[in-house]
Nanobody, 119 residues
Framework: QVQLVESGGGLVQPGGSLRLSCAAA????????MGWYRQAPGKQRELVAS???????NYADSVKGRFTVSRDNAKNAVYLQMNSLKPEDTAIYYC?????????????WGQGTQVTVSS
């Protein structure tokens, strides 16, 4: 199984920055794609950014130019640097990965970390 442990959320003023971190732990053969999703109240969960093992990235249009996703394969970790934050970025942010374990390929989620952008 894979456990994803997130950190770095909090309250920030509009225009500010936050950095989210997530590390995978447990028993697995490999961690493949990693990324971040978010869910605001009353809305569906949506992709924010993803990154492959070879660092190919994909971003939601709403965060392009403001957010940067990166990873450290040696640590099985993924990061999300969020700059120029807006109130509409307020949501619970979830770390995601797909990984190969003894059970095969599966999707795993972190517990979520709250990001609130407000003055």
């Amino acid at each position: 199984q894979v456990q994803l442990v997130e950190s770095g959320g909090g309250l920030v003023q509009p225009g500010g920055s936050l950095r989210l971190s997530c590390a995978a732990a447990g028993r697995f053969f490999s961690v493949n794609d990693m990324g971040w999703y978010r869910q605001a109240p009353g809305k569906q969960r949506e992709l924010v950014a993803s990154i492959t093992r070879t660092s190919r990235t994909n971003y939601a249009d709403s965060v392009k130019g403001r957010f940067t996703v990166s990873r450290d394969n040696a640590k099985n970790a993924v990061y999300l640097q969020m700059n120029s934050l807006k109130p509409e970025d307020t949501a619970i942010y979830y770390c995601h990965c797909n990984s190969i374990t003894a059970r095969g390929l599966g999707d795993y989620w972190g517990q979520g970390t709250q990001v609130t952008v407000s003055s």
